[in-house]
């Protein structure tokens, strides 16, 4: 099956630092190349997508370099002779005609993915600095694996003076897996997440004329407070400091309204997550957190950012009757401590919803505030692992709205996979309805057999969100929400081909929000407020004023 052209003649030294072509790695590279090309979740730019196609590329030749070495083990049949070099020319023309027609279509792809989400199309010279970018990639890719391999060699012809041969090689190939292991490990990627958490620190730390400090004594940071403005960061000043204040709602609603409360406690406010908890809790008793009618814990994402369309969402809805109250665990974007650690942050969720909760439940069952939890991203994670079963069965809160929940969020998973027969994978239905149900673009939280029961968890997610529906079992097999019908906001175009598919929501995963809000990672005021009135009941509106709001505050 493999052919080595002109493998008798020497090779000039340029040619040795460039890969001699096999059949079965020139066919599947062609493959995957082609696959990377076509659209996933995510619409994708000239230098992603070069990236992407790169190291697809680099992926199908070395998976068809071990079909060739394993095809030449078991003594196969190949072509040899002339026909060895007549199959090489045909199949070697079939590969670049194929490569360029599905460069020639990648532009479509793309623009029709765009179109879905309202975005303009990409211009028509792509497919050029694609091809470019994806050669380098996979060049670059192509010799660090030589490297590896010569270090192999190099380890096992130095075992080979003392075991024989066979003992050498294996050693020789375990002891190159274990250095790059550890080299990977404890060099690169411990140096580039300690490069990354410096990073986003500074990014913290910076102060912006945006998020001035309140001279309100009932605001985090302002005279009077338990916290310091500095300690907040800045994800926690922004929320501190954003809008709308009781002025704002009257006008927007045309009725009475309160001041909303908000309190944010920085990863700087205290020394760790329990002494943050206690702080939080200080705080939320000394400006009459729980003299409100609604009290929401909120687990911020992994910057510590607090969804600023959720949180006006939830006033609104609300006419600032409710108190809001966040800890900070990190600095990091969540894709990068998803991926790094999935259980980054549970410490401090757990730590404020037992410190938040413990107090609530103190209280008499007549005077106690509607407790409900909230998250995005790895907010809505953490925040479903803030708490099990038993700590809250003899007095449970009211609900939860998570937004975009990762993929191994441990409730959305098990819910997800025993949805009733018949609904789709991006827009479960569970059971009767009654205690869980799941929305997006479009509101589906009327649509339930049974009305709402005294507990509710709502789950807003949108089909094109790629931290929601990242699957690593993509790797071998097909995910289930890529079956007919597909979300609203996802290609009929987007194929399933292993491994390829997996790199593509890999990279899908990394860029997220980069689709305007409405899709992908990035939700939506309306969507929010749709969620957050089905939750709470929304007191004082009909159906008519919110629909309304959502016009007033988003536009037609």
Same mark, same amino acid.
């Given at each position: 099956?493999?052919?080595?052209?002109?493998?008798?003649?020497?090779?000039? %030294?340029?040619?040795?630092?460039?890969?001699?072509?096999?059949?079965?790695?020139?066919? #599947?590279?062609?493959?995957?190349?082609?696959?990377?090309?076509?659209? =996933?979740?995510?619409?994708?730019?000239?230098?992603?997508?070069?990236?992407?196609?790169?190291?697809? #590329? &680099?992926?199908?030749?070395?998976?068809?370099?071990?079909?060739?070495?394993?095809?030449?083990?078991?003594?196969?049949?190949?072509?040899?002779?002339?026909?060895?070099?007549?199959?090489?020319?045909?199949?070697?023309?079939?590969?670049?005609?194929?490569?360029?027609?599905?460069?020639?279509?990648?532009?479509?792809?793309?623009?029709?993915?765009?179109?879905?989400?309202? /975005?303009?199309?990409?211009?028509?010279?792509?497919?050029?600095?694609?091809?470019?970018?994806?050669?380098?990639?996979?060049?670059?890719?192509?010799?660090?694996?030589?490297?590896?391999?010569? /270090? $192999?060699?190099?380890?096992?012809?130095?075992?080979?003076?003392?075991?024989?041969?066979?003992?050498?090689?294996?050693?020789?190939?375990?002891?190159?897996?274990?250095?790059?292991?550890?080299?990977?490990?404890?060099?690169?990627?411990?140096?580039?997440?300690?490069?990354?958490?410096? =990073?986003? &620190?500074?990014?913290?730390?910076?102060?912006?004329?945006?998020?001035?400090?309140?001279?309100?004594?009932?605001?985090?940071?302002?005279?009077?407070?338990?916290?310091?403005?500095?300690?907040?960061?800045?994800?926690?000043?922004?929320?501190?400091?954003?809008?709308?204040?009781?002025?704002?709602?009257?006008?927007?609603?045309?009725?009475?309204?309160?001041?909303?409360?908000?309190?944010?406690?920085?990863?700087?406010?205290?020394?760790?997550?329990?002494?943050?908890?206690?702080?939080?809790?200080?705080?939320?008793?000394?400006?009459?957190?729980?003299?409100?009618?609604?009290?929401?814990?909120?687990?911020?994402?992994?910057?510590?950012?607090?969804?600023?369309?959720?949180?006006?969402?939830?006033?609104?809805?609300?006419?600032?009757?409710?108190?809001?109250?966040? +800890?900070?665990?990190?600095?990091?974007?969540?894709?990068?401590?998803?991926?790094?650690?999935?259980?980054?942050?549970?410490?401090?969720?757990?730590?404020?919803?037992?410190?938040?909760?413990?107090?609530?439940?103190?209280?008499?069952?007549?005077?106690?505030?509607?407790?409900?939890?909230?998250?995005?991203? #790895?907010?809505?994670?953490?925040?479903?692992?803030?708490?099990?079963?038993?700590? +809250?069965?003899?007095?449970?809160?009211?609900?939860?709205?998570?937004?975009?929940?990762?993929?191994?969020? *441990?409730?959305?998973?098990?819910?997800?996979?025993?949805?009733? %027969?018949?609904?789709?994978?991006?827009?479960?239905?569970?059971?009767?309805?009654?205690?869980?149900?799941?929305?997006?673009?479009? @509101?589906?939280?009327?649509?339930?057999?049974?009305?709402?029961? $005294?507990?509710?968890?709502?789950?807003?997610?949108?089909?094109? @969100?790629?931290?929601?529906?990242?699957?690593?079992?993509?790797?071998?097999?097909?995910?289930?929400?890529?079956?007919? *019908?597909?979300?609203?906001?996802?290609?009929?175009?987007?194929?399933?081909?292993?491994?390829?598919?997996?790199?593509?929501?890999?990279?899908? /995963?990394?860029?997220?929000?980069?689709?305007?809000?409405?899709?992908?990672?990035?939700?939506?005021?309306?969507?929010?407020?749709?969620?957050?009135?089905?939750?709470?009941?929304?007191?004082?509106?009909?159906?008519?004023?919110?629909?309304?709001?959502?016009?007033?505050?988003?536009?037609?």
């Amino acid at each position: 099956m493999d052919v080595r052209a002109s493998a008798a003649m020497p090779r000039p %030294a340029v040619a040795r630092w460039l890969p001699r072509a096999t059949l079965s790695g020139l066919i #599947l590279a062609t493959l995957f190349f082609a696959a990377s090309l076509t659209p =996933s979740l995510v619409p994708r730019g000239t230098l992603v997508q070069g990236v992407l196609s790169g190291i697809s #590329l &680099a992926a199908g030749y070395g998976l068809g370099v071990a079909v060739g070495m394993l095809w030449r083990a078991l003594q196969l049949p190949a072509p040899r002779g002339r026909w060895r070099r007549r199959t090489w020319m045909a199949l070697g023309v079939l590969c670049l005609l194929g490569a360029g027609w599905s460069l020639s279509l990648a532009s479509e792809w793309q623009n029709g993915l765009r179109a879905l989400m309202g /975005m303009p199309p990409v211009e028509n010279l792509r497919p050029l600095g694609i091809l470019v970018l994806s050669v380098a990639v996979f060049l670059v890719l192509l010799w660090l694996a030589r490297g590896l391999v010569l /270090m $192999s060699r190099f380890l096992s012809g130095r075992l080979a003076r003392i075991l024989p041969g066979p003992q050498a090689a294996v050693l020789g190939i375990a002891a190159t897996a274990l250095i790059v292991w550890n080299v990977a490990n404890g060099l690169i990627v411990r140096g580039a997440m300690t490069v990354l958490d410096q =990073s986003y &620190a500074g990014y913290d730390a910076l102060f912006e004329e945006s998020s001035p400090r309140p001279g309100d004594p009932l605001k985090s940071g302002g005279p009077g407070s338990l916290l310091d403005w500095e300690g907040l960061g800045r994800a926690g000043r922004e929320m501190i400091a954003a809008g709308p204040d009781r002025a704002a709602i009257e006008a927007a609603t045309g009725g009475a309204a309160l001041e909303p409360l908000r309190v944010y406690v920085g990863l700087n406010s205290a020394p760790d997550p329990q002494a943050r908890a206690d702080l939080a809790l200080a705080e939320l008793i000394r400006i009459g957190g729980f003299d409100r009618a609604t009290l929401v814990i909120a687990t911020p994402t992994g910057t510590g950012w607090i969804d600023p369309e959720s949180q006006r969402a939830l006033e609104f809805v609300l006419r600032g009757d409710v108190a809001t109250v966040s +800890v900070q665990y990190s600095y990091l974007a969540s894709w990068i401590a998803l991926l790094a650690d999935p259980d980054y942050g549970v410490e401090t969720a757990r730590a404020v919803f037992s410190s938040v909760y413990g107090h609530w439940r103190s209280l008499p069952p007549g005077k106690r505030p509607r407790l409900y939890l909230h998250g995005l991203s #790895l907010g809505a994670l953490n925040s479903d692992l803030s708490h099990d079963l038993f700590q +809250v069965v003899g007095a449970p809160y009211d609900g939860a709205l998570w937004a975009g929940p990762p993929f191994d969020s *441990p409730t959305w998973r098990e819910v997800t996979r025993t949805r009733n %027969a018949g609904s789709p994978a991006w827009l479960p239905v569970y059971r009767d309805g009654s205690a869980i149900r799941f929305t997006g673009q479009v @509101d589906n939280l009327g649509r339930a057999e049974a009305p709402w029961g $005294s507990f509710r968890i709502i789950y807003l997610q949108y089909a094109s @969100d790629a931290v929601v529906f990242y699957d690593p079992h993509a790797l071998w097999r097909r995910p289930s929400w890529m079956e007919q *019908p597909r979300g609203p906001d996802v290609s009929p175009d987007f194929p399933w081909l292993p491994i390829v598919t997996f790199l593509q929501l890999t990279v899908d /995963m990394m860029t997220a929000v980069a689709p305007p809000i409405g899709h992908g990672h990035t939700y939506r005021f309306d969507h929010y407020v749709d969620a957050w009135a089905a939750l709470t009941d929304a007191p004082g509106w009909t159906a008519d004023g919110l629909e309304r709001l959502k016009r007033d505050m988003t536009g037609p």
